[in-house]
């Protein structure tokens, strides 16, 4: 058969959504997507002839391709994985998971009406600041305090109100890139602020400051190289000395601090990471982080500092553009909540959870979850555990091997790239890492109901 005679042999549109089998998608799927998934599974076949590749142009090939682009459509794209990686603020995959009493209020606030802007007490309009403003100065010994959208807002937003037409001086070891659109000059260019760089890659000395500030100097600027380090050779100013040299000439001094730490991490065996009180008590006028990287709340940005300061951040017009909606000023509100019990954050709250877990307790689930493995999906894989390691993610702790213990699943019938495949299309979605023919399965970011789904997916990808 040639392609003319195949192309006319191609079934119409109104055909196929009259077949049964695509008209009994009715109630999973709405018409009009049904409609698009008809003519785009027509098309692909019509594509394909014309550009000289087989394909089967018959009503029950089309219409099998139809229903499954309508199933795929009808679908919701935001949808849950399971994170098996290791990687605790994994932002692809949505960074923090939110403790359950933020998850409560946020669907509290999310059906019915707040006080979002509502004092209750004079019965008049009230300030959505007020939510998490003190809590944040408990936290931080901070005056004054604000959230937004994410921290690259409270950085533009700060860099604007401060900097703007004024030059602002960064260390060049600090021009950093977090996350492929956030770069500190990019933004710095936004903002209207100048950069001024100064020192070199490895090293940056209180003179080199000091030399370049003139009357045009609006801002000292330090950011924390989040996701990566200078190792070796190094230096950088202390913040303490730039609020001294800033104090001296009479220039703000801000800090992106990033990764939004609250409290000592070294309680828990993990790395020192300057914590947002640390940047506040050394005199700071403005300190930013996220809310969703290790503070392990909602996606946001959270500036503390000097009262003057935060009240013209608030009055800024980018203020309006960046401001947080009610359900993540709930989050955010609860998250910050269970800080003020240090070891109830410790418990509650995922991100901290996951990352507090001991080596010791991570070998006892992945044992029990390796010997699962093993009762449901009998030879189809080889499983054992090993020792490895797992990540903060999110740009944060880049150095830290945080110790863990992984399962090792050796599939025996099919190869690991297609077990991984087969386990990241699943329902629900499994990701997982593949190191030396092993797909690991790292329980410190699995949740404990979770395990028995990832022991499903595996047997599911066995037989499929
Ligand atoms: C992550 C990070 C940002 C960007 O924060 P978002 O909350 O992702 O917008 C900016 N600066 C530093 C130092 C960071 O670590």
């Excluded at 001991?358 to 009762?375: F, N, P, S």
Aim: charge should be negative.
């Amino acid at each position: 058969m040639d392609v003319q005679e195949r192309l006319r042999q191609l079934p119409k549109v109104d055909a196929l959504l009259e077949r049964e089998d695509i008209a009994a998608l009715a109630g999973e799927v709405p018409r009009a997507l049904v409609v698009d998934a008809v003519r785009e599974a027509v098309e692909a076949v019509r594509g394909s002839l014309l550009e000289g590749h087989e394909a089967d142009a018959g009503a029950d090939a089309v219409a099998a391709e139809a229903i499954r682009i309508a199933r795929a459509k009808a679908r919701r794209s935001l949808r849950r994985v399971i994170n098996a990686t290791g990687i605790v603020v994994h932002t692809n995959l949505g960074r923090s998971p939110l403790a359950d009493a933020a998850v409560d209020a946020v669907a509290e606030v999310a059906r019915g009406y707040s006080t979002l802007e509502y004092d209750v007490e004079s019965g008049e309009r009230g300030s959505r600041h007020v939510h998490v403003e003190a809590l944040i100065c408990r936290l931080t010994g901070a005056e004054a305090a604000m959230a937004v959208n994410n921290n690259a807002a409270a950085v533009l937003l700060a860099l604007a109100r401060l900097a703007r037409g004024r030059e602002a001086i960064v260390s060049r070891g600090q021009l950093v890139e977090i996350g492929g659109s956030f770069r500190v000059p990019d933004v710095m260019a936004e903002s209207g602020a100048t950069m001024i760089e100064v020192g070199t890659t490895n090293k940056t000395h209180l003179r080199d400051y000091e030399s370049a500030v003139t009357e045009r100097t609006g801002l000292l600027l330090k950011v924390h190289s989040s996701n990566y380090r200078v190792v070796g050779f190094t230096e950088e100013v202390p913040l303490e000395q730039l609020v001294e040299l800033g104090a001296k000439h009479g220039v703000p001094v801000m800090e992106d601090q990033g990764s939004g730490v609250l409290v000592d991490l070294r309680a828990w065996g993990l790395p020192y990471e300057p914590t947002v009180g640390e940047s506040v008590t050394a005199g700071a006028d403005v300190v930013t982080c996220s809310g969703d990287k290790l503070l392990g709340g909602p996606q946001a940005g959270v500036l503390a500092g000097k009262r003057h300061v935060i009240t013209a951040l608030k009055k800024h017009p980018l203020a309006r553009a960046v401001r947080l909606d009610k359900m993540t000023l709930a989050a955010l509100e609860t998250t910050l909540r269970l800080y003020l019990e240090p070891e109830r954050a410790a418990r509650e709250i995922p991100t901290l959870r996951m990352l507090s877990a001991t080596r010791d307790e991570l070998a006892e689930r992945a044992v029990r979850l390796a010997d699962e493995i093993a009762k449901r999906c009998g030879d189809a894989y080889l499983t054992g555990t090993a020792d490895d390691v797992s990540r903060a993610g999110g740009g944060a702790l880049p150095m830290a091997d945080i110790p863990t213990v992984v399962v090792a699943v050796s599939p025996q019938r099919l190869g690991v790239v297609e077990l991984e495949r087969r386990l990241r299309m699943g329902d629900p979605h499994v990701i997982a890492r593949i190191s030396e023919e092993r797909l690991l399965i790292d329980p410190r970011t699995l949740a404990p109901a979770e395990e028995p789904e990832v022991v499903d997916a595996l047997a599911r990808a066995a037989r499929e």
